[in-house]
């Protein structure tokens, strides 16, 4: 059923399997594991159903800017190694028991797609999520998310989570951008000089960043850091900007060499390739949702020419 509109725009109000709009086409790289193509003048991407997971994000005129592993797997309560995972209820591991999935649950399964709009600057995408006799086995919680996604020249990803039971829900999250270096050894990021982070490689210990973040080991650290970051990619030439609204986290990771061998869904090399910047609410920053409450995490990334400023 598709509803005209009068900005030309059209919005398709989804059954399953209704029909989509010109740009966005349903493929299934393997069975029963739907995935949205989207070809619009300002960008492609794709988009699993599976985890309402953003695959891959190249803007026209532009090098690929989500990455996605060649080697990341496509299966049911599989998290796939790239994209932008939805990490929730929780950020790491289960505070509650060890042996429940790692980041939360909400990646491993299947979402809805609600609707779907296309004009001329962009695609607008909305999957939703809530709890079932499943999730609440693994987390004894009513909730309701939805994910939007603003897909064109810039994108947008904006989480909203809603709170439908009667408990205060106690949240660690984050929307774990992998975003595509040319070489990790020539990227710097800037907008968290003198931050407070968790560095979370060996034991825990608390730090305070000096300068640009710069890779030449394994990072993984989590900044007291809200508002924008800036990574610069002098291999390819551009600045990669990302926005957060809603988020008091900034996680920065790169697996470097030895982790990269250890995950068999990531080439062995990949670490050269890729750096995540999450936008999160994770080590001090949980959120206390109460009963009926409402909090939205977003982010919007966008791709510029590497200016001198930007060195
Ligand atoms: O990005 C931070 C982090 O928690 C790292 O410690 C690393 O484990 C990464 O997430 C990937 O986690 P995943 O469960 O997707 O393998």
Redesign the pocket.
């Known amino acids: 059923m598709c509803i005209k509109r009068a900005d030309n725009g059209r919005l398709c109000a989804f059954n399953a399997g209704m029909e989509l709009p010109d740009c966005v086409q349903l493929t299934h790289p393997v069975a029963d594991y739907p995935v949205y193509v989207i070809k619009h003048p300002k960008a492609r991407a794709r988009v699993a159903l599976h985890g309402a997971h953003l695959l891959e994000w190249t803007p026209t005129k532009q090098k690929p800017v989500i990455y996605l592993s060649p080697q990341a797997v496509f299966e049911e309560g599989k998290?796939v190694?790239g994209g932008v995972?939805v990490c929730w209820p929780w950020?790491?591991p289960s505070m509650d028991d060890a042996a429940l999935p790692?980041?939360g649950f909400v990646r491993n399964r299947f979402w809805k797609l609600e609707s779907a709009v296309q004009d001329k600057s962009e695609v607008r995408l909305k999957f939703t999520l809530k709890d079932s006799a499943k999730t609440r086995k693994l987390w004894p919680h009513a909730f309701e998310l939805s994910l939007e996604m603003f897909i064109g020249a810039t994108l947008h990803l904006a989480l909203k989570m809603k709170n439908t039971g009667d408990d205060t829900l106690f949240i660690t999250d984050a929307l774990?951008t992998y975003l595509c270096v040319g070489d990790v050894t020539q990227v710097s990021v800037s907008g968290l000089e003198r931050m407070e982070y968790l560095d979370?490689v060996g034991p825990p210990v608390v730090r305070q960043q000096r300068g640009k973040v710069t890779f030449s080991q394994e990072v993984?650290r989590d900044y007291a850091a809200r508002g924008s970051v800036v990574l610069n990619d002098g291999s390819l030439g551009r600045q990669l900007k990302i926005r957060a609204e809603g988020s008091r986290s900034t996680?920065v990771?790169n697996?470097w060499i030895k982790k990269s061998k250890r995950?068999v869904d990531l080439p062995d090399d990949a670490y050269q390739t890729f750096v995540?910047i999450?936008t999160a609410n994770a080590w001090r920053d949980e959120q206390l949702l109460a009963p009926g409450a409402v909090h939205s995490l977003a982010f919007t990334l966008e791709c510029t020419a590497l200016d001198a400023a930007g060195e």
């Open positions: 998290a190694r995972p950020f790491g790692m980041h774990h979370r993984d996680v990771w697996p995950l995540c999450e």
